[in-house]
């Protein structure tokens, strides 16, 4: 009773450590709801006015510089960059969130099951995901870009590919180290079947750590799509989507057309900014090694 009425005493009077934590896990929030807000919000916008249409080129003015008309300027292929970012912003949204849904649809339930079988499966599954894991993640990325092609849902499949065996490794380690717990061995004793011990039993103890990973996969998987689209193999060609923003206002760099370049390299980083303080303070409050570590200071 004592020790559990110091840790409430010391969860409403946080360490400096952990208040740290907790600011950059709302920092980070507040970066990416703001995205998240404008991504949902780009075609209400566009239909008030205040966005133009980000895939039709303008014919006057060509590659202008900011202003009150233009608040980001305009591309020399005669883009309205604030429209082309704000809709950037909601397609780098939709690749990155159905990536890592697709890696956790995948990664968990094979990491919860390689590790509960063990056996032939859980070599074979763990030989096949380390073998995917040492590989650089961009150029495995790249790689499937190019067999999958271009749109969505195959830079998503791209991406996911990737992370699953992140998934996987962290949910079979804790799944090895739960299953032989007090609670795991009497569902047995008592005939749960395998799927109840791993649905109901297993699965709440063992998922504690992929809401972290999920964000700092996030974060990872838009700056990958950055990279694709920087490359040419992200979404189709007029695709609203930074890093194809970027390709395009290389050449204009050198003729001083800032702007083109500025404003989409600044959203991208934003976001994986955002995204990374989120995962990182979301890491450190819930991990309870990292939670005694600030309590003992």
Known sequence: MTSN??????????????????????????????????????????????LQDPMVSL????????????????SRQGYDVFSRTVFGARAALRVVVLAT???????????????????????????????VYTLPGLLLSVTLAFIVGRGVLNAAIALSIAYVPQY????????????????????????ASTWRVLSRYLFANVIQSVPVLFTLNAADAALVLGSLGFLGLGLPDQTPEWGLDLRQA????????????????????????GLSLLGEGLNEVI????????WDQ
């Open 250 to 273: 290389l050449d204009a760099l050198p003729t001083g057309i800032w702007w083109t370049a500025l404003f989409p390299g600044l959203a991208l980083t934003l976001l994986v900014v």
């Open 59 to 74: 014919t006057n003015p060509l590659h202008d510089p900011p202003s009150a008309t233009h608040w980001f300027g305009t």
């Open 168 to 191: 996987y490794r962290v949910v079979r380690n804790h799944t090895v180290s739960v299953k032989t717990e007090l609670f795991i061995e009497a569902a047995r004793a008592t005939g």
């Open 5 to 50: 009425r110091l840790r409430f005493l010391r969860l409403l009077h946080p360490t400096p450590g952990r208040s740290l934590s907790v600011r950059m896990m709302a920092a980070g929030f507040a970066i990416t709801a703001l995205f998240v807000v404008l991504a949902l919000a780009a075609p209400l916008l566009q239909s008030w006015g205040w």
């Open 101 to 131: 849904i697709m890696s956790v649809l995948v990664g968990v339930p094979l990491g919860m099951v390689s590790g509960y079988l063990g056996g032939r499966l859980d070599r074979i599954l763990l030989f096949l995901m380390d073998a």
């Open 287 to 294: 991990n309870p090694l990292l939670r005694r570590e600030n």
